[in-house]
């Protein structure tokens, strides 16, 4: 059996959410025993995600070989519950920097080197050979930005090459649209859509399905109009309104019929009674939405004025909350305008994700000494860790303005540093130390007690690292390191054993956690946290 493919346009505008349409389809034909992946194209020029602004482009997700990748990834590996790798990603830096490359071995022999077929080759060859190696029953493709936008017309057109050339009952074509409410009217605007579709069959595209976003239901008039205007069947118009989570979509898109469609323009007979999975499923995803005594965290960041900057650390807590059985209420805090340090008394636990430069550095600090002397449950992750160590240095061991060279680079006491491989680097991208990299954790510590294990693997994203010179300080002042790497190069856990919950982490934990399997020290603060 040859791999089946769903593509997954974007129409009308940015952010739609075809990322959790195309997770939630992926979700579906999972749950009706098929294999599957997602892949995501991002058509800008960066080569990856990791130079890029979280507050303008949402959080870099880690894979678990070392990928910076878009935050869609994420969401893949969170509805799918399995690993994706950074091939998964594919951007046009990475398609143009390997034709150029082939050129200038000679591979063309002399051609004159074109978007098509050169480009659009790449494309195909990439998306194939993920689909062969995976041994996929189907592979999904998101195509990121929006149709009519430059940049992404080589990759359409790849992809309407792999329909034509694999055929129809082997290609899905799904277009994610909007039909906005004006308040003024009431009334559910089709034109968007209508001039979405048709740009997109100007290049060569028609879609089998339209995934239409509206605040509510869409309506049968609405829909038939699309339908009309579109030349797409009315039973594959979906109305993909708002929900209370993200996770309730493949629900919705399940009960519009959409799998029984998917499976007949396969033609797949003999549908799979997924009845036992969708209860699974539909278990964890009612667990998430708890209606019980909310735990309330504060969660002290440099870039909260996106959300998406640290979706995958919601997402944990959320994850966490569900399986304790009680909702979470996440409160997100500049540290830069952290000039009340008292209002985090207000919290049940205190939540520092990662980070990166000097902008809101003290207030991070001040919130890590703050949770340190109040006895509020803490959790810092990457910098939060690196800022803890340094707010411990400062107020317990007596170092005077101690800090991290990434934020000083001339402090007397440089408890945070850069590492050591780090110092002959010049190139900011993809030059971090990436991915999974296993962990040896002390007996009993409060990292042992909450992994159940002395042998941990988790992905990381860093190039500063505590200084090992004074270890001996801190301990003796009474903070344990309980978790070590290379051999005890690296310095991975941070607790304090007199404290409620005091737990700092160099690796991302939050990477790890999947709906209905919680990361286990989001699962341990948030406990904590509930207690507190």
């Known amino acids: 059996?040859?791999?089946?493919?769903?593509?997954?346009?974007?129409?009308?505008?940015?952010?739609?959410?075809?990322?959790?349409?195309?997770?939630?389809?992926?979700?579906?034909?999972?749950?009706?025993?098929?294999?599957?992946?997602?892949?995501?194209?991002?058509?800008?020029?960066?080569?990856?995600?990791?130079?890029?602004?979280?507050?303008?482009?949402?959080?870099?997700?880690?894979?678990?070989?070392?990928?910076?990748?878009?935050?869609?990834?994420?969401?893949?590996?969170?509805?799918?519950?399995?690993?994706?790798?950074?091939?998964?990603?594919?951007?046009?830096?990475?398609?143009?920097?390997?034709?150029?490359?082939?050129?200038?071995?000679?591979?063309?022999?002399?051609?004159?080197?074109?978007?098509?077929?050169?480009?659009?080759?790449?494309?195909?060859?990439?998306?194939?050979?993920?689909?062969?190696?995976?041994?996929?029953?189907?592979?999904?493709?998101?195509?990121?930005?929006?149709?009519?936008?430059?940049?992404?017309?080589?990759?359409?057109?790849?992809?309407?090459?792999?329909?034509?050339?694999?055929?129809?009952?082997?290609?899905?074509?799904?277009?994610?649209?909007?039909?906005?409410?004006?308040?003024?009217?009431?009334?559910?605007?089709?034109?968007?859509?209508?001039?979405?579709?048709?740009?997109?069959?100007?290049?060569?595209?028609?879609?089998?399905?339209?995934?239409?976003?509206?605040?509510?239901?869409?309506?049968?008039?609405?829909?038939?109009?699309?339908?009309?205007?579109?030349?797409?069947?009315?039973?594959?118009?979906?109305?993909?309104?708002?929900v209370d989570s993200i996770f309730m979509t493949p629900q919705n898109l399940y009960d519009q019929g959409i799998v029984d469609s998917i499976f007949k323009k396969f033609a797949k007979v003999g549908l799979v009674n997924a009845s036992a999975n969708w209860d699974k499923w539909n278990a964890i995803v009612n667990s998430m939405n708890s209606k019980d005594e909310k735990v309330n965290i504060a969660m002290v960041g440099k870039y909260v004025s996106l959300a998406d900057s640290y979706v995958s650390v919601n997402h944990a807590l959320k994850h966490a909350g569900g399986k304790i059985g009680r909702s979470v209420s996440i409160n997100w805090i500049d540290s830069e305008k952290l000039d009340d340090i008292n209002q985090l008394s207000n919290f049940n636990g205190i939540l520092v994700p990662g980070g990166f430069g000097i902008r809101g550095s003290e207030g991070i600090i001040n919130a890590a000494n703050f949770a340190r002397e109040k006895n509020i449950p803490y959790l810092g992750i990457c910098f939060g860790f690196q800022l803890a160590a340094v707010s411990f240095g400062r107020h317990m061991c007596n170092l005077e303005n101690a800090n991290s060279t990434e934020i000083d680079s001339e402090t007397k006491y440089p408890v945070i540093d850069l590492l050591p491989e780090q110092k002959l680097v010049s190139d900011m991208g993809g030059s971090l130390r990436l991915g999974a990299n296993q962990i040896k954790i002390k007996e009993n510590s409060l990292a042992s007690k909450i992994y159940n294990s002395n042998l941990i693997s988790k992905r990381h994203r860093h190039r500063f690292e505590f200084n090992k010179e004074f270890l001996d300080t801190f301990e003796k002042n009474g903070m344990v390191f309980s978790g070590e790497s290379d051999d005890g190069k690296r310095m991975e856990i941070l607790e304090i054993p007199s404290h409620k919950f005091y737990l700092g982490v160099q690796y991302h934990p939050e990477f790890n956690s999947r709906p209905g399997f919680p990361e286990e020290a989001f699962e341990a603060f948030l406990t904590v946290s509930a207690q507190n």
């Open 1 to 242: 059996m040859q791999t089946k493919f769903v593509f997954v346009t974007g129409g009308v505008m940015s952010g739609l959410g075809k990322g959790v349409i195309s997770s939630s389809i992926a979700k579906l034909l999972q749950l009706s025993d098929q294999k599957v992946s997602c892949v995501k194209i991002d058509p800008y020029l960066n080569f990856d995600a990791g130079t890029m602004n979280p507050i303008t482009h949402g959080e870099v997700f880690v894979t678990e070989d070392g990928g910076e990748c878009d935050m869609d990834i994420g969401n893949y590996e969170r509805f799918l519950n399995q690993d994706i790798p950074k091939s998964h990603n594919i951007t046009t830096a990475q398609i143009y920097s390997s034709v150029i490359e082939a050129e200038r071995r000679g591979k063309y022999l002399g051609a004159c080197v074109q978007i098509i077929p050169h480009i659009t080759d790449e494309i195909k060859k990439r998306i194939r050979k993920i689909a062969e190696d995976e041994n996929l029953d189907v592979l999904l493709v998101e195509c990121g930005g929006t149709v009519g936008d430059i940049e992404s017309l080589p990759f359409l057109e790849a992809l309407r090459q792999i329909k034509v050339e694999d055929g129809s009952e082997r290609v899905i074509f799904v277009h994610v649209t909007l039909a906005p409410s004006i308040d003024a009217v009431g009334e559910q605007k089709t034109k968007p859509t209508q001039h979405s579709v048709q740009e997109l069959r100007r290049i060569g595209i028609q879609p089998d399905f339209l995934a239409v976003r509206s605040t509510q239901p869409l309506l049968e008039k609405t829909k038939k109009k699309i339908a009309l205007f579109t030349n797409v069947a009315l039973k594959d118009v979906i109305s993909c309104h708002d």
